[in-house]
């Protein structure tokens, strides 16, 4: 069963602007992750927040985690055309990870 | 560098045939997965290993089985291909600890006629 759901399912931004896709999942977690793919290719670990954080930072990229709502955020500040991928949220419970449907990000040169 | 690699990236069958889908790790990881890819439904897992010769079953194991005979190699095994298995297919390794990124290859598009 899917747990993360990333919100939206496409977004086209201009280059420079920022960018922000959401996930939400429905069960308890040790962490969250999110992931890049670049089309037709594998998924790249972009950066790990764990249950007990609220906000980590890594170069352009920043996420948020509130285990409240049960949500997360990724922001991609000062976004290039080379940002164009999909991302993917993946929650960690016990053994598994489990991925998000993904949000496909566009930026326009 | 980390790597993951996938014996093939592009793949036609049959239905009916059996089908042998490769990956290996240089990472000496313990885990190792196998995920399809498919539009609208994002990831869904197989079956993964966290040992050599142990396996488990992950959300969509059936037609499916899997072998890992060494700690660097996780083949995934399509007894007898049939159309609805045509998808993209991932595999991955990480440590076995829970905060371990996964490494993914490249991926194996397979069509199944």
């Known amino acids: 069963s899917q747990q993360g759901e990333e919100d939206p399912q496409a977004l086209s931004i201009q280059e420079g602007e920022n960018a922000t896709m959401n996930c939400s999942y429905k069960?308890?977690?040790?962490?969250l992750q999110w992931y890049r793919q670049n089309s037709g290719r594998g998924l790249v670990h972009l950066i790990l927040?764990?249950?007990?954080?609220r906000e980590k930072h890594s170069g352009r990229l920043r996420v948020t985690l509130d285990t409240s709502k049960k949500s997360s955020s990724l922001l991609i500040t000062a976004s290039r055309a080379a940002d164009t991928a999909s991302y993917f949220c993946?929650?960690?419970?016990?053994?598994?990870?489990?991925f998000g449907t993904g949000t496909r990000l566009k930026v326009l040169a | 560098d980390v790597k993951v690699t996938q014996s093939s990236r592009y793949l036609v069958k049959r239905t009916g045939e059996k089908v042998f889908l490769e990956c290996v790790q240089d990472?000496?990881?313990?885990?190792m997965f196998w995920y399809r890819q498919d539009p609208g439904l994002g990831l869904r897992l197989i079956y993964f290993?966290?040992?050599?010769?142990?396996?488990e079953k992950g959300d969509i194991p059936e037609g499916y089985s899997v072998s890992r005979e060494k700690k660097e190699r996780f083949s995934l095994i399509l007894e007898s291909a049939s159309t609805n298995q045509t998808s993209m297919y991932l595999c991955?390794?990480?440590?076995?600890?829970?905060?371990?990124?996964?490494?993914f290859g490249p991926g194996t598009r397979l069509l199944v006629l």
């Open positions: 993946a929650t960690s419970g016990t053994y598994k990870y489990i």
């Open positions: 290993s966290y040992d050599v010769k142990m396996k």
């Open positions: 069960t308890s977690i040790n962490n």
């Open positions: 991955a390794s990480s440590l076995p600890r829970l905060e371990s990124a996964q490494y």
């Open positions: 990472m000496d990881h313990e885990n």
């Open positions: 927040i764990r249950s007990n954080e």
